[in-house]
């Protein structure tokens, strides 16, 4: 009985503060319902043992060993449903730079995770405090949630004003290149052109001028990107699909629009998976590429 009250007050912990084990299991959220109503379950069993007048010693024993199997399934469960990271040869320095709060998270989410699992060092350089499309103080929270989730190193947020980049692309390009003089990044992920929100294509802009001399850029998609939007580089993210999904939750003043739901974040993966003969992979555009192979196991 102990043992079990022990174990179900540690997944009331992890439901409450689960930031850590959400970033290494899939499907996490699966994960903590289980634990939860299997606890519940073994403890009813066993509080029932315990005042039953009729119970005798061999329904205790059962509802023991019950419950032992129970919680070693459950944890045996959590060991294999963990992501297994893979280490890359060389460090290298990453710059993702967004118009908006949850940009990143819906295009890239996965990828950056699997980037910083890899021993990789990701700055992130949000423009805007998409302060028209919610609640500003909320997103810049979330965002930074986010960006510890996923593991970037650093977070820079800027106050332009919200779908009026346009009007400040000088502006967001010296400010790009502030970071980029600071990072000095090897690969820098970015809005791409084909894209219907007008801040987008601004950073974008912005992101070719400040990172010209830069051997790397990537353009990634965005609910707004066109048909014209037509990835050539591709990077799986099947065991860091769960981990996107968790990152874009982060964002819970968004979480009510539709291109944010997890089928969609699914769909999306698939379909670019299947594209590059993956199951579950972001696609991107690239302006310049010169990556070594050991970037993205």
């Known amino acids: 009985m102990i043992d079990t009250i022990v174990f179900i007050t540690v997944a009331v912990c992890l439901l409450i503060k689960n930031q850590s084990l959400r970033r290494m299991v899939r499907k996490s959220r699966t994960i903590f319902r289980v634990i939860l109503a ?19 010693i061999w329904l205790h024993l059962g509802c023991d060993c019950l419950s032992i199997i129970g919680l ?13 990271a893979e280490p890359s040869l060389k460090s290298m ?5 967004g118009a908006h709060p949850d940009d990143m998270e819906i295009a890239c989410g996965g990828s950056l995770a699997k980037l910083c699992d890899a021993g990789h060092t990701i700055w992130g350089l949000v423009l805007s405090n998409g302060e028209m499309g919610g609640n500003s103080p909320s997103r810049l929270r979330e965002a930074k949630k986010s960006a510890e989730f996923l593991g970037l190193s650093k977070l820079e947020i800027r106050d332009f004003p919200d779908t009026r980049l346009d009007h400040f692309i000088l502006e967001i390009t010296k400010q790009i290149e502030i970071i980029v003089d600071e990072l000095k990044p090897d690969v820098v992920f970015t ?5 219907l929100h007008q801040d987008h294509r601004s950073v974008h802009r912005a992101t070719l001028r400040a990172c010209r001399n830069l051997s790397t850029i990537l353009c990634y998609e965005s609910p707004s990107t066109t048909q014209s939007f037509q990835p050539n580089v591709f990077i799986d993210i099947e065991p860091y699909i769960d981990i996107k999904i968790e990152s874009i939750r982060e964002h ?6 539709r291109y944010v739901q997890p089928e969609q974040v699914y769909g999306n993966a698939i379909f670019r998976g299947a594209q590059a003969k993956l199951k ?10 010169s990556l070594p192979i050991y970037l993205c196991p």
């Open 72 to 84: 070693s399934a459950l944890m045996i469960g959590i060991v294999r449903m963990k992501v297994i």
């Open 38 to 56: 299997s606890n519940i379950f073994f403890a009813a069993l066993q509080f029932y043992c315990l005042i039953s007048i009729n119970s005798d």
């Open 280 to 289: 579950q992979a972001e696609g991107f555009e690239a302006i310049r590429i």
């Open 191 to 195: 809005h791409s052109i084909h894209d």
């Open 93 to 97: 320095k990453i710059l993702v730079i």
């Open 252 to 257: 819970e003043d968004q979480n009510k629009k």
